[in-house]
């Protein structure tokens, strides 16, 4: 569950960090700021990161983001924190990079999300052919004796209405149950963003 809310707020993350430093925040503030909430999972462990900074029960900056990066289960997520921790202790470009991870995000967000509609493709036919179709053919099979009357027991022998439709309504389960695999297979394959 950590992975998937990682995934869905780093890129407002990174493109939040982007504003507020371009515009000459610092880096701390820019923390402090996400860590006031709306990011999910990254504004706590942010919050966690400034509370324990303003308790005076840490080591620093660059520790604190040095344990989180161990935490992180997102690649996009450690890649960040991996990003700040390499500014706090070497001073570098921080906004350049964050601004070339935020492009790399978002075209691996784009990939994943075409990838899925291409995946789901044939989904909605699929679902359409067997919601529609499967009950027309069931009822028209239901409804033989009464439409050939007499001349059903010569084609297909003495048949017995309740059998008829017991397989009906059995045909008309089994249809629902495959429309809902049909479903759930599409809903796990999607990406989460």
């Given at each position: 569950?950590?992975?998937?809310?990682?995934?869905?707020?780093?890129?407002?993350?990174?493109?939040?960090?982007?504003?507020?430093?371009?515009?000459?925040?610092?880096?701390?503030?820019?923390?402090?700021?996400?860590?006031?909430?709306?990011?999910?999972?990254?504004?706590?462990?942010?919050?966690?990161?400034?509370?324990?900074?303003?308790?005076?029960?840490?080591?620093?900056?660059?520790?604190?983001?040095?344990?989180?990066?161990?935490?992180?289960?997102?690649?996009?997520?450690?890649?960040?924190?991996?990003?700040?921790?390499?500014?706090?202790?070497?001073?570098?470009?921080?906004?350049?990079?964050?601004?070339?991870?935020?492009?790399?995000?978002?075209?691996?967000?784009?990939?994943?999300?075409?990838?899925?509609?291409?995946?789901?493709?044939?989904?909605?036919?699929?679902?359409?052919?067997?919601g529609?179709?499967?009950?027309?053919?069931?009822?028209?099979?239901?409804?033989?004796?009464?439409?050939?009357?007499?001349?059903?027991?010569?084609?297909?022998?003495s048949?017995?209405?309740?059998?008829?439709?017991?397989?009906?309504?059995?045909?008309?389960?089994?249809?629902?149950?495959?429309?809902?695999?049909?479903?759930?297979k599409?809903?796990?394959?999607?990406?989460?963003?």
């Open positions: 569950m950590r992975k998937l809310d990682e995934q869905r707020e780093i890129l407002y993350v990174i493109r939040t960090l982007d504003v507020l430093m371009a515009s000459g925040v610092g880096l701390e503030a820019a923390i402090h700021s996400i860590g006031s909430g709306g990011y999910g999972i990254i504004s706590e462990d942010f919050s966690g990161i400034m509370a324990r900074l303003r308790k005076g029960s840490s080591r620093g900056l660059g520790p604190e983001l040095k344990s989180m990066m161990g935490k992180a289960d997102s690649e996009g997520y450690r890649r960040l924190l991996n990003t700040m921790y390499t500014n706090v202790t070497q001073n570098t470009d921080i906004i350049e990079t964050i601004r070339k991870q935020g492009v790399r995000m978002e075209n691996e967000r784009t990939e994943s999300v075409e990838k899925y509609i291409t995946e789901l493709g044939s989904v909605p036919e699929t679902l359409l052919s067997i529609m179709i499967g009950p027309i053919i069931l009822a028209i099979f239901g409804l033989v004796p009464q439409l050939l009357g007499d001349g059903a027991e010569a084609i297909v022998g048949i017995d209405q309740g059998m008829i439709n017991s397989v009906v309504n059995g045909g008309l389960v089994f249809t629902l149950i495959g429309m809902m695999l049909i479903g759930l599409a809903h796990t394959k999607d990406p989460g963003l």
